[in-house]
């Protein structure tokens, strides 16, 4: 399914690589670095599909997905634990859109009142997320993908 040295997106965790694939007496593990927080993660690899692990988005589908995105108007809960467990289930998911509209959704929330701190430490593992893949699909520092990313959420 992988290769070592292939770059993907971890559920929760952002951009990454394929470090090594290991051989034990169990099985084979996928070794997957995530280089913010230095995390390192082994994954058996007959389960890896179960774990949301997908390969990086194409430069395009990343700009044209945080762009539309950003033009959404989703539904916003006005209850913070159901609000709480929605964008979770979204983050949960690996997928660059569902990290994104937690930010959007957050991000709009935070305008018309102080975010809690469990949803501030969400908005930051999403724009993690969110950042990392840009930093890892355009090979930019993490000042320009902010700047990408507050444009894109703009248009």
Same mark, same amino acid.
């Given at each position: ?53 997908? &390969? /990086?988005? !194409?430069? =395009?589908? @990343?700009? #044209? ?9 989703? +539904? ?53 997320? &969110? /950042?990392? !893949?840009? =930093?890892? @699909?355009? #090979? ?9 990313? +507050? ?5």
């Amino acid at each position: 399914m992988f290769q070592t040295g292939q770059k993907i997106v971890y559920p929760m965790h952002g951009a990454g690589y394929i470090e090594d694939i290991e051989g034990t007496e169990e099985g084979e593990y996928y070794i997957i670095r995530i280089p913010t927080g230095n995390v390192r993660i082994r994954i058996p690899k007959d389960r890896a599909a179960d774990t949301g692990i997908r &390969v /990086l988005e !194409e430069k =395009i589908t @990343v700009e #044209e997905t945080i762009v539309r995105v950003g033009k959404s108007k989703p +539904a916003l809960s006005e209850n913070w634990n159901q609000r709480y467990k929605e964008n979770f289930s979204r983050l949960k998911t690996g997928k660059l859109e569902q990290a994104t509209e937690v930010i959007k959704l957050l991000c709009e929330q935070e305008r018309k009142k102080k975010l809690s701190s469990v949803e501030c430490r969400l908005l930051g593992i999403a724009r993690q997320i &969110v /950042l990392s !893949e840009i =930093i890892s @699909v355009y #090979e930019i520092n993490s000042e320009k993908a902010e700047e990408l990313l +507050a444009n894109w959420l703009e248009n």
